[in-house]
């Protein structure tokens, strides 16, 4: 094999200092020669079992960021910011919705008095199109301020993000209760209980 001719490869525009180091640099080129040919083996790797390891990696490379992108909105604050749990308060059912259950993560207040709150509440019965939850705060076992709505999914179940601007030294204690447009004895049935 005839080796290329440096001359033609360079031309005449290059300045001597540079030209020098081309030079050596194809020189050295030159003589070592063509790269080997490459082994069989290495020209069709088996894909078979990588493709399954690749598409396990990538479903739990998924999973990995869906949990986090969830966990992460859960925790979030009022601004998009995690807030602190300060503590957790559970809720049970009542007479008029035994199974239910729920819980009240329970943050800081922040420089203005307003609490965070997350509320999980499982068990509920979906209200209809008119119809929410409250979440209240209670004094002598009574509901008496709201804290914000929420509604339930066909599962009976919620996650929201609430807020409270009172002292909650002044409260006993929530209560969840249903409102529906016009169903004045419902709105009155308390179904979580702290």
């Not at 790797?45 to 999973?63: I, K, W």
Request: hydrophobic residues 45%; glycine residues 10%.
């Amino acid at each position: 094999m005839i080796p290329p001719d440096f001359d033609e490869l360079i031309g005449d525009d290059v300045d001597d200092l540079e030209r020098a180091r081309l030079r050596r640099v194809h020189d050295l080129l030159v003589a070592a020669g063509p790269p080997a040919d490459m082994p069989a083996a290495l020209a069709a790797p088996p894909v078979v079992g990588l493709r399954r390891r690749r598409a396990a990696l990538a479903l739990l490379a998924a999973a990995l960021v869906t949990a986090a992108f969830v966990g992460g909105w859960l925790a979030r604050g009022a601004d998009g910011e995690a807030f602190e749990v300060r503590a957790e308060v559970p809720m049970h059912g009542t007479r008029s919705a035994p199974v239910a259950s729920g819980s009240i993560r329970l943050g800081y207040p922040d420089d203005h008095g307003n609490w965070q709150m997350l509320v999980d509440v499982r068990g509920l019965r979906q209200l209809p199109k008119n119809g929410y939850y409250e979440l209240m705060l209670t004094r002598d076992g009574k509901p008496v301020v709201t804290c914000g709505s929420f509604k339930v999914g066909p599962n009976g179940e919620a996650t929201v993000q609430l807020g409270a601007s009172y002292r909650l030294s002044d409260f006993d204690g929530w209560v969840v209760r249903p409102y529906v447009h016009k169903r004045d004895k419902l709105n009155q049935t308390v179904v979580l209980r702290t």
